[in-house]
C-alpha cells in the first residue's frame, strides 16, 4: 500500500498538521500532476470516531515542478450540501457515508505519514486499514450467513404452512366423515321401522270406511317418513332392469329369462339404501339368468304328439 500511494516529500503547513478534531463541511481533494483525480465526500457527522485519532486535513496537494521542496495549501469548498431537506429516518445511508469518510481520513492520514516518512504513524494507519478491511470480511460473511438462516426459515415456514394446510383439510374430512357415519348409524336403525311400514301396506285390505281412514294415517306418516330419508341424502338403489352389482345387490335367487340377459335384475324382494357414497344395506333380487336351453324340434314334435293322442283316449272315454 505504502508503494501505491507514495508521493514526494511535502512541506507541511504546521499549524495544520496539528489542526483539532472538528466538525466540517464537504470538501474536495485535488492532486495535480500527471492525472488529475478528484474525490468529492459529502457526511453530516464528524470523524471523531477514526480509531486512530488523526484529524482530519483538507489539503490541497500541489507538487512543485521543479522537483524542489513542495509546498501545501488549504481552502474548503463553497459548495455545501443542503441536508435539512432529507429524511431524518435514512440513517443507513448516514452510517454508509460516515464509514466511507473514516476511511478517507485514514487514507489521508497515511499520505501525510509517506509524506514525512513517519514509519511509526504508517504501520499504525496500516494496521487500523487492515482492521477494517477484516471487519469488512467479517460483516460479509455474516450476511451470507444470515441470508442461509433466512433461507432456511423461509422454507421452514413454508412448510410449517404446507402442513398446517393438510392437518386442516384432513380435520374436515374426518369430521364429516363422523357426521357421517353418525347419520349412517341412526338411519340403518330406522330402516327396520320403514320394511314394516312397506310389508303393512302390501297386507292390508281395506274393507271398511274406518279401515281405509287408519290406511291412509299410516300412509301419510309413511310418506313423511320416507321425504325425513330424503332430506338426509338416503336415496334407493335402483334395482329392476339393472345389470347386477354385487357391491348394492344382494342376489338370493337366480332365473331364467327370455325377456332379460345374463346379469340383469328381475325381481327386487327388499329395498336397498345409499346414505351418499355410504351403502348403508343391499337390495335383495332376483337375478336373470339369461334364455334357458332351447329344446329339440324332435323332442318337441313328440310331446305334440303324446299331447294328441292323450286328448283323443279322454275324448273317447
Known sequence: MAGLLKTPSLHLIPTLLHAPSVPFKPFCVSFAG?????????????????????????????????????????????????????NAGAKEGEAEEEEAAVVTALLNSYKEALADNNEGKIAEIEASLKSIEDEKFLLEDKV??????????????IRISADFDNFRKRTERERLNLVSNAQGEVVENLLAVLDNFERAKSQIKVETEGEEKVTNSYQSIYKQFVEILGSLGVIHVETVGKQFDPMLHEAIMREDSAEYEEGIVLEEYRKGFLLGERLLRPSMVKVSAGPGPEKPREAEGEEVTAQGSAEEEASSS
Request: no cysteine.
Open 144 to 157: 451470507a450467513s444470515l441470508s442461509n438462516e433466512l433461507s432456511v426459515e423461509r422454507d421452514r415456514l
Open 34 to 86: 500527471g492525472r488529475n483525480t478528484s474525490v468529492s465526500l459529502s457526511r453530516r457527522a464528524s470523524l471523531r470516531s477514526v480509531s486512530s485519532g488523526y484529524p482530519l486535513r483538507l489539503l490541497n496537494l500541489v507538487p512543485f515542478a521543479s522537483g524542489e521542496a513542495e509546498t501545501t495549501e488549504t481552502e474548503e469548498t463553497d459548495g455545501a450540501i443542503d441536508v435539512e431537506n432529507e
